[in-house]
Antibody
Framework: QVQLQQWGAGLLKPSETLSLTCAVYGGSFSGYYWSWIRQPPGKGLEWIGE???????NYNPSLKSRLLISVDASKNHFSLELSSVTAADTAVYYC???????????????????WGQGTTVTVSS | SFELTQPPSVSVSPGQTARITCSGDALSEQYAYWYHQKPGQAPVLVIF???ERPSGIPERFSGSSSGTTVTLTISGVQAEDEADYYC???????????FGGGTKLTVL
């Protein structure tokens, strides 16, 4: 049974860099795509980006210029850095994992079936 | 641009059938995934690949797809099904994912 534990700073000032890490326990680290999702207060879910065990990434185009998602497969960790934050980045941030199967020319994706506990990040001066 | 459109709210009485739709051009080429989220909790996957149900999800949850619209159906709705429901898919090239705006299911 895969479980996720996430951590990082919860209070930032405008222009600082948001940094979160998610640790993966149990299961196959290489058998998942690892994602970050956020949810502003009272609003819906926003997909931020994803990474696999070898470091291949996909990013939300609206955040791409400020975003870095990285992986440390030796520690079964993956991380999020979002630079130049503003109040609009205030949200609960979740890490999540989607099991995948690597086929010849594509990746078979089974949806995000494991989630972290969420981290509340507030950006305020 | 790629968008997924859901109704903001759906209301049903206990025991009735709830249907929540999600529309978007890319849905004709990409699978949809459905999540429910209760207040203060992380989302939970209830349907993957349009119509597959993860283990542990009750049989009353089902999904279907037709053209550019996918539908989550909850048969015999129970009070515990009251939650926000989100569809998720990918752009036509599979380069990035997107969530719909969410639908609040109210059990009257």
């Amino acid at each position: 049974q895969v479980q996720l534990q996430q951590w990082g700073a919860g209070l930032l000032k405008p222009s600082e860099t948001l940094s979160l890490t998610c640790a993966v326990y149990g299961g196959s680290f290489s058998g998942y795509y690892w994602s970050w999702i956020r949810q502003p207060p009272g609003k819906g879910l926003e997909w931020i980006g994803e990474i696999n065990h070898s470091g291949s990434t996909n990013y939300n185009p609206s955040l791409k210029s400020r975003l870095l998602i990285s992986v440390d497969a030796s520690k079964n960790h993956f991380s999020l850095e979002l630079s130049s934050v503003t109040a609009a980045d205030t949200a609960v941030y979740y890490c999540a994992g989607a099991p995948v199967l690597y086929l010849l020319q594509t990746v078979d994706y089974f949806g995000m079936d494991v989630w972290g506990q969420g981290t509340t990040v507030t950006v305020s001066s | 641009s790629f968008e997924l459109t859901q109704p903001p709210s759906v209301s049903v009485s206990p025991g009735q059938t709830a249907r929540i739709t999600c529309s978007g051009d890319a849905l004709s080429e990409q699978y949809a995934y459905w999540y429910h989220q209760k207040p203060g909790q992380a989302p939970v996957l209830v349907i993957f690949k349009d119509s597959e149900r993860p283990s542990g999800i009750p049989e009353r949850f089902s999904g279907s797809s037709s053209g550019t619209t996918v539908t989550l159906t909850i048969s015999g709705v129970q009070a515990e099904d009251e939650a926000d429901y989100y569809c998720q898919s990918a752009d036509s090239s599979g380069s990035y994912a997107l969530f719909g705006g969410g639908t609040k299911l109210t059990v009257l």
